[in-house]
């Protein structure tokens, strides 16, 4: 490594510590009071540290698990998230499959469309999706899936048609040779290829849907169906008063999960994106 890269890269780590702090700190002080009594977060001990005076201990969790609905919540959240991500991952990349081996109109005029739904803001069609969620009667939690299907398409579509165009043809003809159906050379043989980015397509959609606040609240009838997210911001204790310590421990257990996926998923969203994007 030259003397000029060293430099640049510790200019870059100079940069980017101070960035990563920034970020860290809203959860870090999230955490702090979730472990704090309710009296230490109302007041401007806010924002000091854990100590002797303010440590409430798990009492804020154990509020926020043993709430109205969280648990029904976290399963809705999870419900949604496994299926969303599940039906993402494998009707879009047979999509993105029919549409690198299938040249033809139809098909490039299908690729353009997907990546132009990447562009498209979610606020121009929120409420005529709302009207069109009611009425096909997706406004449960067991069909929202369809919904981040639809939305989640765009860039799953993108970065599989990309690194299927890297997969030599040679592959699949010889699997039809040996008389392999179109369905079982997908399954059998694109699919274990695809591997590396089905894994970053579905850490990227699962912390997206998880974390989805605005597309349930305006689909989902909040009198009966309500995620995690959604829950935090309807967040009330006894007598309707807001309690800040089961919520501040609500919101860290709803992000501790997405963490621990990023965290371990990390170096597969690296690969995933760099390999869906060799060719548009």
Request: hydrophobic letters at 55%; a positive charge.
């Amino acid at each position: 490594m030259t003397q000029k890269k060293k430099a640049l890269n510790i200019i870059l780590l100079i940069i980017l510590i101070p960035l990563a702090l920034a970020w860290l700190y809203p959860i870090f002080m999230i955490l702090m009071n979730s472990l704090k009594v309710e009296s230490a977060i109302t007041t401007s001990s806010a924002f000091e540290l854990v100590n002797g005076s303010n440590f409430g201990g798990s009492i804020n969790y154990l509020k926020a698990i043993n709430s109205f609905g969280f648990m029904t919540s976290l399963f809705y959240s999870f419900f949604i998230t496994v299926t969303s991500v599940v039906a993402i991952v494998i009707l879009c990349s047979m999509c993105a499959w029919y549409i690198s081996r299938v040249h033809s109109k139809f098909s490039s005029f299908l690729y353009y469309l997907f990546v132009f739904s990447m562009v498209v803001p979610f606020q121009m069609v929120m409420f005529t999706l709302s009207q069109t969620a009611d009425m096909l009667k997706l406004n449960n939690p067991f069909n929202l899936w369809v919904i981040y299907l639809g939305f989640g398409a765009g860039l799953a579509v993108f970065m599989f048609a990309g690194f299927v165009k890297s997969i030599p043809v040679e592959i699949e003809e010889a699997a039809m040779i040996d008389g392999c159906t179109p369905l079982q050379t997908f399954f059998k043989v694109v699919l274990p290829i695809l591997k590396p980015t089905m894994v970053s397509v579905a850490i990227l959609e699962a912390m997206w849907v998880w974390n989805d606040y605005l597309l349930p609240t305006l689909v989902l009838d909040i009198t009966k169906y309500k995620t995690v997210p959604m829950l935090i911001q309807y967040f009330r204790g006894s007598y309707g008063k807001v309690e800040m310590g089961p919520m501040m421990a609500s919101i860290m257990l709803t992000v501790i999960p997405v963490i621990i996926v990023y965290i371990f998923g990390q170096k597969y969203i690296i690969k995933g994106v760099a390999a869906g994007a060799v060719k548009g």
